[in-house]
Structure formats: C-alpha cells, structure tokens
C-alpha cells in the first residue's frame, strides 16, 4: 500500500476540493503532558474505533438499517471495523486549549498529514488484517443538512458499496464542532476487531516536529517539563503558548 500512496497520495484522499499539496499541511493534535510521555516512552501513537466518538450523528451510516430486497441490512458491523485518527488545523486557539486542556496540563503536538498516513499505511503493510488507510477534511453541516443527506441517500448503492459511505461519513461533523477545523486519517479493516485503539509505531523526533505547551502554565513549570521531555530523548522544538502574552507596550 506505501508504494501505491507513494505514487498517487491523493488517491487515499477523501472529500478534498481545490487544496494543493495537501499532505506537506501541519496538522496538530493537543494531548495530555503524560500521554505525550508515554508516546515518548512506547514509540506510538494511535488510531481509534470510531464506536468511540461521542458526537452521535457522527458515523450515523453504522447506526442504520437499509431496506433491501430481502430485508433490512444492518452495517453496525462497519463501527468495529474503522479507526480513525483526530488531528486539526487550528494552530494555536483558545477554544482548543480550554477545551483539550482544562487542567493546564495540555500540549499540542505537530506534524504532516504525509509523515503520520506514511506512518498508518506502514502499519496496515504489516499486517493482513487492513482493508484500506484513507483520509480527509472534516465538512461541518448543520443538522438539518445531515437528516437531509440521511434521507436522500441512495438505498441501492449503499448496498452496493457500504464502505464508500462508511468512509465519507467519518468526515462529516455538526457545524456546532466547527471549531475544531479537523484532518482525519481512517483505517478500515476486513474484520471486526475486539480492541478500541490499535498502536502505530513511530519515530517521535521525526514524526512529531514541534511541542507547544499551555499557554497558562507559569514559566518556571514550563521550564521544569521541558527538561522533562529533553530527558526522555525528545529533540525537537519545545515552546510555551504566547496566545496570554501581552507585550511592552510603550506609547509615545
């Protein structure tokens, strides 16, 4: 699969208009200090099942029942069978922050869609076990918008190609989570898989460009798990949001 990405990256792009060069884009992802830690100490990162989102419209095809010929199909199957990983394109918000960081003890890593799909797609060449690695920008609908794709859906090629709707519904949100600006990476499996999260091995001083830290701690705590990190082995940047900071102004 790496050599077929390798030589057409944007076929594994799903629902992706007029964005050139999309896999050279920082992405972010704002994470727990101590989870960042044992990414550090593990060398992985992971992908998730998608039984696992909270949004309930999202995945909303898995939750559905088609009328066909014989009966209804029910392709709650498909909600043990897809991963996906959550990153954005928001660099630096407060929403982000208060959100995915309301104890302070956030940080927000970056990388580039292209080094982590290379990542998963190594992974999925390991093993038999994966179907396809897939991914793309998260459309924000509203949910009126949603029950109106619900409703035209076409019954006879969702039964034709279940995984194609699988797919694009992972990449459709309510706008009230437009904030969040997400990039997805979904991973579809042949089977349905009993674990919740599956590791992706990685090289976190190659994979992971950059640190920020919560911009609320204070500078001494900044100081004392920046050595933290260096000690562990990461070598990248490590930086302190300055979204708080308010610079010496000097007027006249």
Aim: charged share 30%; net charge positive; glycine share 4%.
């Amino acid at each position: 699969m790496l050599k077929e990405y390798l030589k057409n990256p944007d076929s594994f792009l799903q629902g992706v208009v007029g964005k050139e060069n999309l896999n050279q884009y920082d992405i972010y992802k704002y994470v727990d200090f101590f989870r960042f830690m044992e990414i550090m100490k593990t060398n992985t990162l992971s992908i998730t099942k998608i039984s696992k989102w909270e949004d309930v419209y999202e995945n909303w095809f898995t939750k559905c029942r088609i009328q066909s010929e014989t009966g209804y199909v029910d392709f709650s199957r498909f909600q043990n069978m897809t991963f996906g990983s959550c990153w954005s394109f928001q660099y630096n918000t407060d929403a982000m922050w208060r959100i995915y960081s309301h104890d302070r003890n956030g940080i927000r890593i970056k990388t580039k869609i292209d080094k982590y799909m290379r990542a998963i797609i190594s992974k999925a060449d390991e093993s038999s076990e994966f179907k396809r690695v897939y991914s793309g920008v998260v459309a924000y609908r509203k949910k009126k918008e949603i029950e109106d794709i619900i409703k035209k859906t076409n019954a006879r090629v969702a039964l034709e190609r279940p995984e194609s709707y699988v797919v694009n519904n992972c990449l459709v949100k309510r706008s009230e989570f437009s904030h969040e600006r997400e990039f997805r990476f979904i991973a579809l499996f042949k089977t349905e898989r009993h674990e919740d999260y599956i590791s992706i091995a990685i090289d976190p001083n190659d994979i992971i460009e950059s640190v920020m830290f919560d911009p609320r701690i204070s500078d001494a705590e900044f100081g004392i798990r920046k050595s933290v990190l260096r000690d562990i082995g990461y070598t990248k940047t490590i930086t302190k949001s300055h979204l708080y900071s308010l610079p010496d102004y000097q007027i006249g």
